[in-house]
């Protein structure tokens, strides 16, 4: 499945927003990808968490005892991921605003790919890995549905990515004055 395919997916589902979104890295965009309107659809969901597994089949070497997904946005395709991959799924979840893995134990040297939905700095899957190291998991990849930084964020495993799209995102002092002219709104649960 290539990138104009999983965004016809989203465009399909009326997934990609526009307006002022502020993001949970704290950058603002003109738009916001609302994965829940997609995941909505277990159909949808299916085609490209299907495709996101093969993706992660065939570049991760070895065996793969858990998919990990960061809640909210995560829960849904790493379920569905690890379903096409024959493989537990688990989830990590903010406890005061950090990443634990608060319902479940994991084996020392446990062999784990992270998958999300969206990505733009990176920041969550880093979060993710930080919880699954500490445990003494072995992070194998993260992978996600977009990645809208289209190649540029670095999590320091690799990042398996169904689709690249770049979208513009600002800091919060250096709006384009069309953006700035708009209500900002936060769609996702960081922090909430
Ligand atoms: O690469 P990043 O800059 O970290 O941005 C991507 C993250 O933002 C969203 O989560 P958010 O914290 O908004 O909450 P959600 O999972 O409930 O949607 C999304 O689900 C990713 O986890
Ligand atoms: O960076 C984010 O927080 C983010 C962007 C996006 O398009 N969708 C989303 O769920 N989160
Ligand atoms: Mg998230």
Redesign the pocket.
């Known amino acids: 499945m290539n990138t104009a395919e999983v965004l016809d997916i989203f465009r399909s589902a009326g997934a990609v927003l526009e307006g002022h979104f502020i993001?949970?890295?704290g950058?603002r965009s003109p738009v916001f990808l609302q994965?829940?309107r997609v995941f909505m659809h277990a159909d949808k969901t299916e085609r490209l968490c299907k495709a996101l597994a093969g993706k992660i089949r065939a570049e991760v070497e070895g065996p793969i005892d858990y998919v990990v997904g960061?809640?909210?946005?995560?829960l849904i395709p790493a379920y569905e991921t690890s379903r096409h991959l024959g493989v537990p799924a688990i989830w990590v979840e903010r406890e005061q605003g950090v990443f634990r893995l608060r319902r479940f134990e994991i084996e020392k040297g446990a062999r784990v790919v992270i998958v999300?939905?969206?990505?733009?700095?990176?920041?969550?899957?880093r979060?993710t890995i930080d919880c699954l190291r500490d445990l003494g998991a072995e992070v194998l990849a993260a992978a996600c549905i977009i990645d809208?930084s289209a190649g540029k964020?670095e999590v320091g495993v690799p990042l398996i990515a169904l689709a690249q799209y770049e979208v513009p995102a600002y800091p919060a002092d250096k709006l384009p004055p069309e953006l700035a002219a708009l209500p900002a709104v936060?769609?996702?649960?960081?922090a909430l």
Do not use: H, N
Request: a positive charge; proline letters at 7%.
């Open positions: 993001l949970t890295s950058l994965k829940a960061p809640a909210v946005g995560g999300e939905d969206i990505v733009t700095t990176g920041l969550s899957i979060e809208r964020t936060k769609p996702g649960s960081r």
